[in-house]
């Protein structure tokens, strides 16, 4: 059972409250909402728990997801069909559907709470940096769904990053990763096998000149941060579990690219 089951199923045990709570609540509508308000959110599972984990990276994605869109002032048509296909891509439920939609329509509020959401996921977190990273990951997808970062959306990026505790470094390491991957499976003629080899590269985040000992190691640290296993029992919802098979098969890709090119 999925951790929305569980809590529709009368396990409130692991609502977090917080503003992740009150978000997740409101979505649930105003009879589960008026259900949580007698609980003691104090005596509930500590920061670190797997399902509430689980509840806190389902609700700061999709209301985040919204508040990105919503950033530059308007919500675009490939920003409500990105946060679709993410929606079918997860196979979501239609009960699970339909809170992610809740969320999203939150995240896109004017005084939607944004710093104390990310505080709260990452307290939630627990120094669970992979997760962290792959929160990011969607976010940056998120913002380049019309296919362009304005000015705007980066801000927001980058603010994500100050309350996470990741560096700029690493925001840009991550952010030209996505990038690269992006050209990699580009479809068309136009580009050279030099040109996506390149960026097979760049996926694994190693330079051109790396050795085949460095470039066995960039790809065995991608597959281990992103393999869908350790992150689910990390605390990423198991409905995700599609998104880190998928990081996983690109970065794959890239690294038997690689492989090839060597032979």
């Known amino acids: ?10 396990a409130f045990g692991f609502m977090m409250g917080g503003p992740l709570g009150a978000i997740l609540g409101a979505s649930f509508g105003h009879q589960f909402d008026e259900g949580l308000q007698s609980l003691e959110y104090e005596e509930q599972l500590n920061p670190g728990d797997q399902h509430r984990v689980q509840m806190a990276f389902f609700t700061a994605t999709f209301s985040v997801m919204g508040h990105i869109a919503k950033a530059d002032g308007k919500v675009t048509k490939a920003e409500i069909n990105l946060a679709k296909k993410i929606m079918d891509e997860l196979v979501l439920t239609e009960e699970m559907r339909k809170t992610a939609i809740n969320l999203f329509q ?19 977190c627990h120094r ?12 940056i997808q998120a913002a380049y769904a019309d296919g362009v970062l304005d000015k705007v959306e980066e801000s927001v990026l980058l603010n994500i990053c100050a309350h996470l505790g ?17 050209r990699f499976y580009q479809h068309g003629q136009e580009r050279s096998t030099e040109s996506k080899l390149d960026d097979a590269y760049a996926v694994l985040g190693i330079s051109t000149t790396a050795t085949d000992a460095e470039v066995k190691k960039a790809y065995r640290t991608l597959i281990s941060q992103h393999h869908p296993d350790k992150l689910v029992a990390k605390g990423l919802p198991e409905e995700m579990m599609i998104i880190a098979k998928e990081k996983t098969q690109k970065i794959s890709k890239a690294y038997e690219a690689i492989r090839t090119s060597r032979k």
């Open 1 to 10: 059972m999925s951790w929305l089951g569980k809590v529709v199923g009368g």
């Open 106 to 124: 939150q995240g896109k509020a004017t005084d939607f709470p944004i710093a104390d959401v990310l505080d709260q996921f990452r307290r939630e």
């Open 128 to 139: 669970r940096t992979h997760l962290i990273q792959m929160f990011l990951e969607i976010q």
């Open 166 to 182: 990741i560096s700029r470094f690493d925001y840009k390491r991550i952010k030209l990763q996505f990038q690269a991957q992006q």
